[in-house]
């Protein structure tokens, strides 16, 4: 354990197409046939189908997949090397990531925000996410706030499963639009998927010292002084953080930083929809 609505766009449903690869050589969703095909043409065992809604592609994908098949990406993110960086409890931890080689970006569609439905039986997660040889399944998140600091800015959340996955997550954020409000949420948001699908194991991965700095020294002294700064001012991100720890405290959480904008594929898709996700 670790203690450390904005309106969504009309989407006209009766036009849009879902193409639920549950076999290929990617397996997930796609907006068109063109790239559907590109996932099933030649492959052996390919298994697709269209759909006119999200929730029936993603449970075709479940119900047709199996694990050998799982979304690939994973098993990319989840080798690269860490050092560990203690935390008082010792069912989680912090790792600082030192080095990692650059992944080439897949020939894929982009990712979209979906809406979750709540699938959160144990033999349903262990089709559809991939586990490290722990049972930790890895997650990337980021925030992104265009504008930050000014009086329109906009800020939106990333959650990155896996390269088309029916979990990743874009949406905005909610409340105060700034940089760090987006990498709380989207902690919360990859929390609360976590749950929903019955994962219990998670790493969490992401770029933000901020985040990582509130976990290994900071929030604890804030507590300590009525959650004051140590120039006695009040913390302004309290209610997010405080809500965060919430949603990770029924969770086996381990975190890990990563460095930002290098190549690492996980943390770029999961940058990615976090700035879809402040556009919409």
């Known amino acids: 354990m670790y203690l450390f609505n ?4 009309k989407i006209n449903f009766l036009t849009m197409s879902y193409y639920a690869v549950a076999r290929g050589r990617n397996p997930g969703i796609y907006k068109t046939w063109d ?13 697709y189908k269209k759909f006119t ?16 098949n799982s979304l690939q990406s994973s098993r990319n993110y989840s080798k690269q090397k860490t050092n ?3 935390l008082p409890k010792k069912s989680s931890s912090v790792t600082w990531e030192t080095s990692a080689k650059k992944t080439v970006k897949p020939n894929c569609p982009e990712d979209y925000s979906l809406i979750l439905d709540n699938f959160s039986s144990d033999s349903t997660s262990k089709r559809i996410f991939q586990r490290d040889s722990d049972g930790r399944v890895d ?6 706030c265009l504008s930050n600091g000014c009086g329109n800015a906009k800020a939106g959340l990333g ?10 997550v874009a949406k905005p954020v909610r409340g105060r639009a700034t940089n760090n409000n987006a990498e709380i949420q989207a902690v919360i948001e990859a929390a609360k998927i976590s749950q929903q699908y019955g994962l219990l194991k998670i790493r969490i991965n992401t770029d933000s010292e901020f985040l990582i700095n509130c976990m290994t020294k900071w929030m604890k002294k804030w507590k300590a002084k009525g959650w004051k700064t140590a120039s006695n001012h009040p913390v302004i991100n ?14 086996d959480v381990e975190f ?22 402040a556009e919409m």
Do not use: W
């Open 6 to 9: 904005k309106v969504v766009p």
């Open 35 to 47: 790239e559907c095909r590109a996932e099933v043409n030649k492959y052996s065992g390919a298994v």
């Open 53 to 68: 809604t999200i929730s029936e592609a993603k449970s075709f994908i479940i119900e047709r997949g199996n694990r050998g």
């Open 84 to 86: 560990p960086y203690s």
């Open 139 to 144: 997650i990337y998140t980021d925030g992104a």
């Open 159 to 168: 959650v990155y499963f896996g390269d088309n996955h029916p979990a990743n």
């Open 238 to 251: 309290r209610e997010e953080l405080e809500e965060m720890e919430r949603a990770l405290a029924p969770l």
């Open 256 to 277: 890990n930083h990563v460095r930002g904008h290098v190549g690492i594929h996980g943390n770029e898709m999961a940058d990615k929809l976090a700035r879809d996700g």
